[in-house]
């Protein structure tokens, strides 16, 4: 493996040496953060025969999940030149519609018995492998809300915790973090991936060793929500999301009282979904969080159509529109990357 991430105190790594060395923007230290984009739906299908209609591609009028895979590969590289160090991908994807409160497609790397889905995970091992090439840090979720009640029951959940876990270890990855699931306060159907339990699916990871070596694991809220101490106290990065925070003083103050919940030592806070853009202004949710010393995660959710957002089926991965430019330029001009 050629990428290796690891955590010392608040600060991220990469092959030992800390992110973005030296580099500072507008008086803040950009050293040691993990800026990074939602990337989701990279291994996204349907398998709802109801459904699938909904995500034809208007060139060729079908849907094709290996297309969506190849085309997320050939859009890596250009993310990796402007400075973006790390994506979140989940093997249960995330709305294909941005937001969406039914969800009845089937878009599930997990089975109901908990075992993995063998074309999900074929997808899901080039694009892993691919990033540690590039240099590039993967935040794997395994679980989403719109998804989990696929899973037949509790002993499943947690099979499939085992499973995933064990598959990154089997290949030898290095260069993967863990989300055990996507806003554990949202809408899941089985109590142990929400707030008061999920804390037994951290330590699940954290109890798998192989060599002496685990896999790093957090877990994420809702947009807004500052996480509890539970969760706090057993994570080894903190996972907050900005989604409908319209103020970017709100950002500043939830990363302020993230680190005065109970059980906070250091580590990073990473802002891995965020909805609101104004790149053009001095201040803005990504410059807030860079300001406390957070990174922070790009999510456009886009509208169901080809050249919007980066959640939206069928995606267009490619920087192509005046929203994703604004993003990108932004990351580049914090990290200095292309200088």
Same mark, same amino acid.
């Given at each position: ?98 937001? !969406? ?67 990154? @270890? ?18 899941? !159907? ?46 080894? @990065? ?32 990473? @802002? ?17 969080? =860079? ?35 604004? @993003?990108?330029?932004? =990351? ?8």
């Amino acid at each position: 493996m050629n990428t290796h991430v690891s955590i010392i105190e608040d600060a991220f790594y990469i092959n030992g040496e800390i992110t973005y060395s030296g580099r500072n923007y507008e008086g803040h230290k950009i050293e040691g953060l993990l800026l990074n984009s939602r990337m989701v739906q990279g291994i996204f299908d349907d398998r709802n025969p109801e459904t699938i209609h909904r995500w034809e591609y208007p060139d060729t009028g079908k849907w094709d999940a290996e297309r969506n895979t190849r085309e997320f590969l050939s859009a890596m590289p250009a993310w990796r030149a402007y400075g973006v160090l790390a994506f979140t991908i989940n093997l249960q994807g995330g709305s294909p519609e941005g937001y !969406s409160k039914s969800q009845p497609w089937h878009n599930s790397g997990i089975e109901a018995d908990g075992s993995l889905n063998p074309d999900y995970l074929s997808r899901l091992k080039r694009i892993i492998d691919f990033a540690d090439e590039l240099g590039m840090v993967v935040i794997l979720g395994y679980f989403y809300f719109g998804q989990d009640q696929r899973l037949e029951d509790e002993d499943a959940v947690k099979r499939a915790t085992d499973n995933a876990t064990g598959w990154l @270890f089997d290949i030898g990855y290095t260069n993967v973090i863990v989300e055990v699931n996507n806003e554990c306060n949202v809408r899941y !159907s089985h109590e142990i991936l929400q707030p008061e339990r999920v804390p037994e699916l951290i330590e699940r990871v954290k109890s798998i060793n192989r060599d002496g070596r685990r896999y790093l694991v957090g877990t994420s809220y809702g947009g807004g929500r500052v996480p509890f101490e539970n969760v706090v106290q057993t994570s080894d @990065f903190i996972l907050v999301h900005g989604n409908g925070v319209r103020d970017p003083n709100r950002i500043m103050e939830m990363v302020q009282q993230t680190r005065h919940v109970t059980g906070y030592r250091p580590m990073p806070i990473l @802002f891995n979904e965020d909805d609101h853009f104004d790149f053009d202004k001095p201040m803005n949710n990504c410059m807030a969080a =860079i300001s406390q010393y957070a990174s922070w995660g790009y999510f456009d959710p886009g509208e169901n159509d080809y050249h919007n957002g980066y959640q939206s089926v069928p995606v267009q991965w490619q920087i192509n529109t005046p929203r994703k430019r604004a @993003f990108f330029q932004k =990351i580049r001009d914090i990290t200095g990357h292309g200088e």
